[in-house]
C-alpha cells in the first residue's frame, strides 16, 4: 500500500492505483470502511483514498486491517 504522510493534518492519502470512487463505495458497502474518495477533493486524487487519523487506535488497526484484506487496494 503507498501511502503519503501528512505535514501536519491527521488524513492519510492511500493510493489505490484504481477507481478510487468505485473502491471507496466498496469498502464501506462490503468492509464497513468509510473512507474519503480522492475525486471529492480535486482531480489530483482520482486514485486515492483519504484515511482519518481521528479515531482510537484500536478502530484505526482494524479499518487498516479490513482495508488490507478488502483485496481492493495492492
Known amino acids: ?9 491527521f488524513y492519510l492519502w ?3 492505483h484504481g477507481d478510487a470512487q468505485q473502491i471507496a ?14 475525486p471529492a477533493f480535486g482531480p ?3 486514485s486515492a ?7 482510537s487506535e484500536a478502530d484505526l488497526t482494524e479499518g487498516i486491517r479490513r ?5 481492493l487496494i495492492e
Not at 49 to 55: D, F, K, P, V, Y
Open 1 to 9: 500500500m503507498e501511502v503519503t504522510a501528512p505535514d501536519g493534518a
Open 67 to 71: 482495508i488490507i484484506n478488502s483485496g
Open 44 to 46: 489530483s486524487g482520482k
Open 14 to 16: 492511500v493510493d489505490t
Open 25 to 38: 463505495e466498496q469498502l464501506v458497502i462490503d468492509h464497513g470502511v468509510a473512507v474519503g474518495p480522492g
Open 49 to 55: 483514498i483519504r484515511l482519518a487519523l481521528a479515531s
